[in-house]
Antibody
């Protein structure tokens, strides 16, 4: 079964750091485009970052320079290192496999992990 | 960047109603559009991809149509399990969502 399971969320003070993990099963993370998408409380979906199968990485302007996406091929796991966190980064963070060649559907999705940035 | 605009933002309907949600792109995206259903506290679920292809396991009462800049998601006969928020998506941009509520 194809599945993604996130972990690592929690309550963190402004300016702090947190690393999210996304463990995959049923497919190989390094052979796919993998994204992080977040959803602030009561709001819509916002794409955050992607890592391509070739290793290239891209970020939304809102997190560029503060967040870093990476993967551990031996663990088949995706990561999101979040530094200099702000209140506006408070959201549920989902990892998802992204389609390619125009068919940019996100599927599957993890269950999400909540990050709360507050003092 | 391409902008995606959904309408309406909220829709009140009854069980058995035919429901249509519209998504407009700020420029042509061919048929590269997906639709998702999201229930409170849950991750989005893929319903439709490539504008009109039904994801495996999704009930046939869901259908998608359109190309270019205008797209629709139709639920032919609304069921109790369908009350949720629906999002369209093109590449890394999502519409703002349409909440389908009980009338």
């Amino acid at each position: 079964e194809v599945q993604l399971v996130e972990s690592g969320g929690g309550l963190i003070q402004p300016g702090g750091s947190l690393r999210l993990s996304c463990a995959a099963s049923g497919f190989t993370v390094s052979s796919n485009y993998m994204s992080w998408v977040r959803q602030a409380p009561g709001k819509g979906l916002e794409w955050v970052s992607v890592i391509y199968s070739g290793g290239s990485t891209y970020y939304a302007d809102s997190v560029k320079g503060r967040f870093t996406i990476s993967r551990d091929n031996s663990k088949n796991t995706l990561y999101l290192q979040m530094n200099s966190l702000r209140a506006e980064d408070t959201a549920v963070y989902y990892c998802a496999r992204e389609g390619v060649d125009g068919d940019y559907r996100f599927d599957p999705w993890g269950q999400g992990t909540l990050v709360t940035v507050s003092s | 960047d391409i902008q995606m605009t959904q309408s309406p933002s909220t829709l009140s309907a009854s069980v058995g109603d035919r429901v249509t949600i519209t998504c407009r792109a700020s420029q042509s995206i061919s048929s590269w559009l997906a639709w998702y259903q999201q229930k409170p506290g849950k991750a989005p679920k893929l319903l439709i991809y490539k504008a009109s292809s039904l994801e495996s396991g999704v009930p046939s009462r869901f259908s998608g149509s359109g190309s270019g800049t205008e797209f629709t998601l139709t639920i032919s006969s609304l069921q109790p399990d369908d009350f949720a928020t629906y999002y369209c998506q093109q590449w890394r941009t999502f519409g703002q969502g349409t909440k389908v509520e009980i009338k």
